[in-house]
T-cell receptor, first 111, second 115 residues
C-alpha cells in the first residue's frame, strides 16, 4: 500500500462548479499537509498548507484535514478554466524535512 | 529575486553519457531537494540537503550523486545515463517557515531524455 493515495483523474467539471480533490494516507504520524498546483510543463507551486487537523480557507480554496480518517481534501469554489492543472497533495511527519507526494489529480475546468 | 533556477531546461543524452543538472536558489534557504517526476508517478525524492556540506539519500538515489558546497547551489550529477533516467527533474528549496512548515519552492524543471 502506498503511503499517500490520490486519484489521478482526469476530473472534468463545468466552469463555476465546486471541485473536491482528495488524498488518503496510511501513516498516522503525518502532521504537515500541503496542496500544490502544477500547470503543464511547469514546477509545482504551493497553494495551501495545513498543520494537523482542521480547515483552512484562502479565497476560493479550502483545505480540510481529517486525521481520524487519514483523509485530506482541497475544495475549489467557483472553479475557473485557469484552475485547470494537476493538483498534488504532500505530507510529512514532525521531525523530518521530507514530504511524501501523491501522484496528482489532473483537473479540467470547461468554459 | 529569481527564486529557484534550473539549467538546462531540456537535454537529450545518449546511454552511458554523464551530465550535471544545475540548481541555484537566491532565498538563502538551508534545505534543498532533488525530485524526479515520471508520468502518473508523482514526485520521487532523489537526494536532499539540510545545509552546505550535508547531503542525504532520498527514495530513489541510485545512478545519481549530489554535492552542496554553498548554500545557493545544489547540482545533481548523472553518471552513465540509462533510459530509466528519462524524466523531468525538479529542484526545490525550503526554510522552516511558520510553525515549521518547511514549505517547498520549486524550480521550473529540467526535461531529460536518455536514448
Amino acid at each position: 500500500q502506498k503511503e499517500v493515495e490520490q486519484d489521478p483523474g482526469p476530473l472534468s467539471v463545468p466552469e463555476g462548479a465546486i471541485v473536491s480533490l482528495n488524498c488518503t494516507y496510511s501513516n498516522s504520524a503525518f502532521q504537515y499537509f500541503m496542496w500544490y498546483r502544477q500547470y503543464s510543463r511547469k514546477g509545482p507551486e504551493l497553494l495551501m498548507y495545513t498543520y494537523s487537523s482542521g480547515n483552512k480557507e484562502d479565497g476560493r480554496f479550502t483545505a480540510q484535514v481529517d486525521k481520524s480518517s487519514k483523509y485530506i481534501s482541497l475544495f475549489i469554489r467557483d472553479s475557473q478554466p485557469s484552475d485547470s492543472a494537476t493538483y498534488l497533495c504532500a505530507m510529512r511527519p514532525s521531525g523530518t524535512y521530507k514530504y511524501i507526494f501523491g501522484t496528482g489529480t489532473r483537473l479540467k475546468v470547461l468554459a | 529575486n529569481a527564486g529557484v533556477t534550473q539549467t538546462p531546461k531540456f537535454r537529450i543524452l545518449k546511454i552511458g553519457q554523464s551530465m550535471t543538472l544545475q540548481c541555484t536558489q537566491d532565498m538563502n534557504h538551508n534545505y534543498m531537494y532533488w525530485y524526479r517526476q515520471d508520468p502518473g508517478m508523482g514526485l520521487k525524492l532523489i537526494y536532499y540537503s539540510v545545509g552546505a556540506g550535508i547531503t542525504d539519500k532520498g527514495e530513489v538515489p541510485n545512478g545519481y550523486n549530489v554535492s552542496r558546497s554553498t548554500t545557493e547551489d545544489f547540482p545533481l550529477r548523472l553518471e552513465l545515463a540509462a533510459p530509466s533516467q528519462t524524466s523531468v527533474y525538479f529542484c526545490a528549496s525550503s526554510y522552516p517557515g511558520k510553525g515549521g512548515s518547511y514549505e517547498q519552492y520549486f524550480g521550473p524543471g529540467t526535461r531529460l531524455t536518455v536514448t
